[in-house]
Each structure stands twice: as structure tokens, then as C-alpha cells.
């Protein structure tokens, strides 16, 4: 490896993007990092200086081989197009192996060789994808981000009642910073040639257990209305919510109430080297706003 190596981030500009690379920027220092995105004009406000931007766009290879220029250690973050992210996804793993990358990091989902989720099913392949491409390789299984249930605090505040269809299982879910640690510090520090991480949140609860958090901190009484994946599906598409992301998070939860969005391993905390963020945490800042 260089003494200078240049870490890429694909999908730089999302949510999880722009934490990776502020994380690595900590660790590796600005100039070795590398910025992903479809629009780096609309982009360049994003990053910290230093930052390289580059133009790459997963139904674009031929925007991708430039992008992955001297690239050494890349982190592909994963599509939010569900529905076509394993053909996206084998487009960054070609461009990868075209360009020389030595190592690529997936954004992955927990447990995703065993998961029920619908959502595994996309990662599944991709994980495929990457075994078979001859690269060394990590994937980060993330678990849940708490900020997924924090979206709902708003309206349950309103109607006085936090909707889902888990049941009682629980959910180790993590600040979505948490991840983005992790994601920099595997992209970094892994040697080996195949690493799994299977990254979840240190404490679990239950939705009934989010729900009273949120009445506590609130002082609004708010509690947890449980019903079944079909229901809650049309209650959530009623809302306002496209088809397809209304069947996911309906889908999500009935997965929850069978264990997938569990995990007690603490693999997630022992990678970045503190305790996850609560879920009290979380809550307290969307509460704030």
C-alpha cells in the first residue's frame, strides 16, 4: 500500500455518507479521502476542505472507473433504490476490480445470511457479488438506525399513540453516527482477506419501551398500538407513504417481532470504541428539533 492511500465513499452525499467521511477525515486526514457523489457541483458544500469530489453514479459505469482512480480501500455505501440495488451494486464491484481497489467495505444488513427482512435479499446478492469478486472484502451488517423510529415521534406525539407491527421483539438498533464510526474505522484498520461485522446497538428495547421514552421525556402520554403487518402497511401508505416504502418498513417490523433487528454481540461498540448512542439519546434529539 501507498504511504498515502485514498479511501473512497460512494453515495457520499447521504445521510450515512456525510458522517463516513467526516469520520474518516479524522482518522486518515482530508487529503487521502475521496467523495462519491452523482452531483459534485451540488456537492462541494458537503464535505470538510480538502475533501476530493468525484462524479459516480451506480447506473453509470463509465463514470465509475474515474471515480475509483488510485482509489485503494473503497466503502460502498448501499443504494437506496430497492428494487435495483444488486445490478447497481455489481456495477461499483466491477469498477472496483477494474481499477485496482484492494479492499471494498459494503454497507450491508444484520444477520443478512440468515434475515427474513425483504430488504436482505438485495444484500444477499451483493455480498455474493463481492465473494466472488476476488477483492479482500468487509461488510459492515448494520442493524437498525434509531433515527428510523425517531421519524415516527412527530406523529406519534399527535395522535397520542406510536403505530408498528413488532409485537414484543427487540430491537438493537444505533445512532446512525454510530455506524458511520464503524464504517471508517473497518475501512481502515481491516487486514484480513474476508472480515464480517455483524454491528447493532449496545442495549435492546421493545417499540412499548420507545413509546414510554418518548412519553417520559415528552410529557405526553404516548403509547405503542401494535397490529398486524397488513394493517399497519395500509395505515402507513394512509399517511401519506409511497407503496413500496410503506411494505418495507411494515415488512421491517413484522421482521423485528422474529428476532431480525436483534443482536447481542457488542460488535458495533468494541469497533468504535465507546458505547453506542442510547436510544434516549435519539429521542431527545428530535425532540429538541
Same mark, same amino acid.
Given at each position: 500500500?501507498?504511504?498515502?492511500?485514498?479511501?473512497?465513499?460512494?453515495?457520499?452525499?447521504?445521510?450515512?455518507?456525510?458522517?463516513?467521511?467526516?469520520?474518516?477525515?479524522?482518522?486518515?486526514?482530508?487529503? =487521502?479521502?475521496?467523495?462519491?457523489?452523482?452531483?459534485?457541483?451540488?456537492?462541494?458544500?458537503?464535505?470538510?476542505?480538502?475533501?476530493?469530489?468525484?462524479?459516480?453514479?451506480?447506473?453509470?459505469?463509465?463514470?465509475?472507473?474515474?471515480?475509483?482512480?488510485?482509489?485503494?480501500?473503497?466503502?460502498?455505501?448501499?443504494?437506496?433504490?430497492?428494487?435495483?440495488?444488486?445490478?447497481?451494486?455489481?456495477?461499483?464491484?466491477?469498477?472496483?476490480?477494474?481499477?485496482?481497489?484492494?479492499?471494498?467495505?459494503?454497507?450491508?444488513?444484520?444477520?443478512? !445470511?440468515?434475515?427474513?427482512?425483504?430488504?436482505?435479499?438485495?444484500?444477499?446478492?451483493?455480498?455474493?457479488?463481492?465473494?466472488?469478486?476476488?477483492?479482500?472484502?468487509?461488510?459492515?451488517?448494520?442493524?437498525?438506525?434509531?433515527?428510523?423510529? =425517531?421519524?415516527?415521534?412527530?406523529?406519534?406525539?399527535?395522535?397520542? =399513540?406510536?403505530?408498528?407491527?413488532?409485537?414484543?421483539?427487540?430491537?438493537?438498533?444505533?445512532?446512525?453516527? !454510530?455506524?458511520?464510526?464503524?464504517?471508517?474505522?473497518?475501512?481502515?484498520?481491516?487486514?484480513?482477506?474476508?472480515?464480517?461485522?455483524?454491528?447493532?446497538? !449496545?442495549?435492546?428495547?421493545?417499540?412499548?419501551?420507545?413509546?414510554?421514552?418518548?412519553?417520559?421525556?415528552?410529557?405526553?402520554?404516548?403509547?405503542?398500538?401494535?397490529?398486524?403487518?397488513?394493517?399497519?402497511?395500509?395505515?402507513?401508505?394512509?399517511?401519506?407513504?409511497?407503496?413500496?416504502? =410503506?411494505?418495507?418498513?411494515? !415488512?421491517?417490523?413484522?421482521?423485528?417481532?422474529?428476532?431480525?433487528?436483534?443482536?447481542?454481540?457488542?460488535?458495533?461498540?468494541?469497533?468504535?470504541?465507546?458505547?453506542?448512542?442510547?436510544?434516549?439519546?435519539?429521542?431527545?434529539?428530535?425532540?429538541?428539533?
Amino acid at each position: 500500500m501507498s504511504t498515502n492511500p485514498r479511501y473512497a465513499v460512494t453515495g457520499a452525499s447521504g445521510q450515512l455518507g456525510r458522517l463516513v467521511i467526516a469520520a474518516l477525515v479524522r482518522r486518515v486526514g482530508a487529503e =487521502a479521502v475521496v467523495a462519491i457523489v452523482r452531483d459534485p457541483a451540488g456537492s462541494a458544500e458537503l464535505f470538510p476542505e480538502g475533501v476530493t469530489i468525484r462524479e459516480g453514479d451506480y447506473e453509470r459505469p463509465e463514470t465509475l472507473d474515474a471515480a475509483f482512480n488510485g482509489v485503494e480501500r473503497l466503502l460502498l455505501i448501499s443504494s437506496n433504490a430497492v428494487g435495483r440495488r444488486a445490478g447497481q451494486h455489481r456495477n461499483v464491484v466491477e469498477a472496483a476490480k477494474r481499477a485496482g481497489v484492494s479492499r471494498i467495505a459494503y454497507t450491508s444488513i444484520l444477520h443478512a !445470511d440468515r434475515s427474513t427482512l425483504g430488504l436482505a435479499e438485495e444484500h444477499r446478492d451483493t455480498e455474493a457479488a463481492l465473494a466472488a469478486s476476488g477483492l479482500a472484502v468487509t461488510l459492515l451488517r448494520n442493524g437498525w438506525y434509531t433515527e428510523n423510529y =425517531a421519524a415516527s415521534i412527530l406523529p406519534a406525539l399527535e395522535h397520542g =399513540a406510536l403505530m408498528g407491527s413488532a409485537d414484543g421483539g427487540r430491537i438493537s438498533s444505533a445512532a446512525r453516527a !454510530d455506524y458511520a464510526e464503524a464504517a471508517a474505522a473497518a475501512l481502515v484498520d481491516d487486514t484480513e482477506p474476508s472480515r464480517v461485522h455483524e454491528l447493532a446497538g !449496545d442495549e435492546a428495547y421493545t417499540l412499548t419501551e420507545f413509546a414510554a421514552e418518548i412519553s417520559r421525556q415528552s410529557g405526553k402520554a404516548v403509547a405503542y398500538a401494535d397490529m398486524p403487518e397488513a394493517e399497519y402497511r395500509e395505515a402507513l401508505k394512509g399517511a401519506g407513504l409511497p407503496d413500496a416504502i =410503506a411494505a418495507m418498513l411494515a !415488512d421491517s417490523d413484522a421482521g423485528a417481532a422474529r428476532g431480525d433487528l436483534f443482536d447481542d454481540t457488542h460488535e458495533l461498540s468494541r469497533l468504535i470504541g465507546r458505547p453506542t448512542t442510547p436510544f434516549a439519546a435519539t429521542i431527545e434529539a428530535a425532540l429538541k428539533g
